[in-house]
């Protein structure tokens, strides 16, 4: 084995020399790729032989430099091109939410408790992404629920507060209180740190925003977000809504596939409500949308869950690869009682960039229910339920041949409820699929 002639302490010396001459460490590590260059030259001609060597000549302060820099600082920030996501389905706000979260102490609203049980879930991903399903009016005396929904901004702040990132804005609720519901709408969800999509305050602004850029990990991500119309409201002048027109649609997935990002992302609020698959409308839109370069569909509006799937689609530019459609996320939260919209999922996957390629992987959901005991929770059904293959019960699942046996854990005997069990029931039904968080014991 040849030796190292590159003294390592000159080296360090070099890199931290080089590196103070920025602003910042970090910094300096990504807009300087020679750095990291000669990081991973060294560490791949860097053995553990050569190490074992250091050691037995005892040469401790190299061996103490090895394993700070290597295990250490370069993990740290080496160049991370992987993107987690969680996506959740319809945010809603029905009278009774409001009444229940209203707090007479301080004459306020708080909604925390509905997501405290979910929130290490929204946090745990780099992008988390909802539909918000009504209006931030402002006034008091706008407050309400269905049909023409309007919430206190303490909605905002419990949403902000579980680790959400994105609201898409572009729904058939979003214009319930008018040209200031959805104007304010959208400032209130910028002013709160979150990025909201498909309202806009005028045409113009229409023109120049309608896709939103997004850089995590060194991946640019657009999104784009449309609804199939407002529930026969006008859209108030001079405010405008991404409304799905074919040729609109087009253009805009055109548009932003030159200004090559990464990953176009398309948010639809689209389909048939309370349909548990999706029909011949939703299927063209996607198809159009995979055609015209998009990477990734995720639909809400039906208030219930419809699969997800991997398909392989060439677009119109020769591309052929995977991409991934959500059909429907359901429902996130409401005070719906109509079968399975009484819960939904916190749908998960990945997303990676290696050698210029962009990989979608790692799939998987968490079912989740919404408990009313004087107050609206979502909670994760994986820690309530679990599987059994042998272990009894009248509540039984048949997925790929086999046939599960559903149980509550004894100690969440508070939430013990057949609709959890039902609503489980039906979602398997539904995806076809186990979520990997569910124990089966």
Known sequence: MKPIKTNFDDLCYT??????????FIDRFVEFKNIIRIVKKIYIRIQIVQYVNLLQKGLFMHSINFFFFFFIIYPL????????????GDIMNHDLQIYTAYDPTCDCWNYKFSFEKV???????????????????????????????????????????SGFDILTLANNHCVDKGLKGLLRTKIVVKQKGLIPLGTFTDEEYQNKNFVSFYKKNQIVFAFLNFTYGTNGLAVPYPAMVNQIDLEELRMQIEYTKKQNPDVIILLLHYGKEY????NLYQKLIVQLAFKEGVDIVLGGHPHVLQPFELLKVSDKYGNEKQRLVVWSLGNFISNQKKPNTDGGMIFQFKVKKENQQILIYDLDYIPVYVSFNGKHRILPIHEYLYLSIQEPSKYVVKLNNIKYFIHFYPDKKDYHTEKMILFFMNSLEILKTLPKKLQIL
């Open 275 to 278: 349909i548990t698959s999706p």
């Open 77 to 88: 920030y080496a160049e991370k091109k992987v993107v987690s996501f969680s996506v959740v």
């Open 119 to 161: 929130k290490p879930y929204l946090e745990e991903t780099d992008i988390t992404i909802g539909n918000l399903e009504t209006t931030l009016p402002g006034e008091r005396t706008m407050y309400s629920g269905y049909p023409q929904f309007g919430a206190p901004d303490a909605l905002i702040d419990a949403l902000s507060w």
């Open 15 to 24: 890199i931290i020399k080089n590196i103070q001459n920025k602003k910042s």
